[in-house]
């Protein structure tokens, strides 16, 4: 039946996670705001993050969205905060390549988020995975300033 | 049937309902485009050797097979392209702008794929023209009876699927295409959902042009035909120029060639044709009344064990050709998915390139499967075991 490589992608805590998501909803006063999309499933996620003082102090995604991004959104935004843009952008890369090639460097600097590693498995949903995240490196890189 | 289509000795397991994707192709359609490149291959309408010229007339040959496939009236009414989407946006190019002035209106159904559904809108844009787009039924396919309320003296164009992809309904083209003709308008109709499950004959429905594309009905890929009523691709400019097209070039200015001819710039896709020809052919040996009769036993197995299973909705009727799209609610389409191909289930999850009518159903995508001459009860009876499990499996039991 397959079911052990299905249980390693749906884990509990990520099931959990997803139905459950942290920080979803809109922030008062975000800095950062954008929207990506998946194409291939018509997923949209709209990310808003707060930097003050050279810092993410909050974040919030909203939008619908299969398990895995739902789940990977709120691990993102969790993992997030507190982190300067330039530690959030190489979080970013760490975590592609973990849910694309099942390991990097320093998997405990993604902390709860490792547990999205079962994706590798299924290259198809690697994308839903990375959308957060995609979203967070966007938000910072090009992503429009409020104010 | 099974054991005419070699991909199902090579995945004895998978439950394969994706044919409205991409079907699978029989042994006569691989032997065809095998024997292409082992025996004929020259290229057509150039060589003064007998090897090209015996080509060339059997991809002339390729032509009038997928005539009579469509029951178009003459040969040069069928252009060679590579698919539906080609098709369509060849009208939209080469004759959208001798049809559509400003002002004009474009009708189409939300329920288009967007390939029948872009092509108009940009028209539009760029003619200054009206797009209209008509609210589907609830269950997610074309209603007749809205395009029909929405057909005025300025529709110029009516752009419609005969069998829509998300949720198989049919739609009665010849009616609207009467209402549409009354009042000086054009009729362009997506086939490539109705081509795979359904005898076609152009004239009988109408259409002004009739686009499909080849691997849909067994055919090969990167293949497909476009019908045009002869007097409209008479006066309709080439959108490609190149070899093959032309009647005369000079440094000053270049005539065409007659239809079909000016719309196949370039070396076409010879071996295609040859394929596209077997496929045909495989389709015209098969008794449509049993292919129907089995395909609506199929449907309407999987509406009813879907249906019995707590939470999902499924789109479209009973009277859907060859695909069945629902949802589990509290479960995404693509975690489904997952779900059912660990199993060995293809089917598709997404929006079926089809973003306005998913927009309306308000949901961001579907699961579709979708039925060939392949497809077996079991086939049905897995995909609705797989389901009632992955309910239990992401939801938890009651």
Known sequence: MGLTRLDQLYRQVILDEAYHPRHHGKLAKPTHEITVRNPSCGDVLTLQLQVSDGKVVDAAFAGSGCTISQASGSLMTDRIIGETPQSVLDLVGQFSELVIEGEVADEDALGDAAILKGVHQFPARVKCATLAWKAAAQALTKGAEHD | ?398
């Open chain 2, 1 to 398: 049937m099974r054991e005419q289509f070699p991909f199902f000795t090579q995945h004895p397991n998978l439950v394969y309902l994706d044919t409205a994707a991409t079907s699978q192709k029989p042994q006569a359609v691989l032997d065809a485009l095998t024997a292409y490149y082992t025996q004929d291959n020259a290229n057509v309408h150039r060589g003064l050797y007998r090897l090209a010229y015996s080509t060339t007339e059997r991809y002339e040959a390729a032509r009038e097979a997928v005539a009579a496939f469509v029951n178009a009236e003459h040969a040069e009414e069928i252009v060679f392209t590579r698919g539906t989407t080609e098709s369509l946006n060849l009208v939209a190019q080469s004759f959208g702008p001798l049809a559509v002035q400003p002002g004009d209106e474009i009708l189409v159904s939300a329920a288009e794929h967007h390939s029948n559904f872009i092509p108009w809108q940009q028209l539009a844009a760029a003619r200054g023209a009206r797009f209209v787009v008509a609210p589907p039924t609830p269950l997610g396919d074309t209603d007749p009876a809205a395009l029909a309320a929405l057909i005025t003296p300025r529709t110029k164009l009516l752009a419609v699927a005969q069998v829509t992809n998300v949720s198989g309904g049919l739609v009665p083209v010849r009616r609207l295409a009467d209402q549409v003709h009354a009042q000086g308008g054009f009729v362009v109709v997506d086939g490539a959902q109705s081509t795979p499950h359904m005898p076609v004959d152009v004239q009988a429905m109408g259409a002004d042009f009739f686009a499909f594309s080849g691997h849909k009905v067994y055919g090969p890929t990167g293949i497909g035909a476009l019908y045009g009523r002869a007097e409209l691709l008479d006066q309709m400019p080439p959108v490609q120029f190149g070899g093959e097209m032309i009647d005369e070039v000079t440094d000053a200015k270049s005539t065409w060639a007659p239809v079909p001819l000016k719309f196949e710039a370039g070396t076409p896709n010879i071996a295609g044709a040859f394929g596209l020809a077997a496929a045909v052919a495989f389709l015209q040996a098969q008794d449509w009344s049993t292919v129907r009769a089995r395909e609506d036993r199929l449907v309407r197995r999987l509406r009813a064990a879907l249906a019995a299973i707590d939470g999902v909705t499924v789109y479209g009727t009973a009277q859907s050709l060859g695909i069945v799209s629902f949802n589990l609610t509290g479960v995404h389409p693509h975690d489904l998915a997952t779900f059912l191909d660990e199993q060995d289930i293809a089917v598709r999850a997404g929006h079926h390139c089809a973003q306005p009518l998913m927009a309306r159903l308000g949901v961001p995508a579907t699961v579709r499967a979708s039925f060939g001459l392949y497809s077996t009860e079991q086939d049905v009876d897995r995909l609705a075991t797989a389901v009632a499990e992955a309910r239990g499996y992401f939801l938890g039991t009651d």
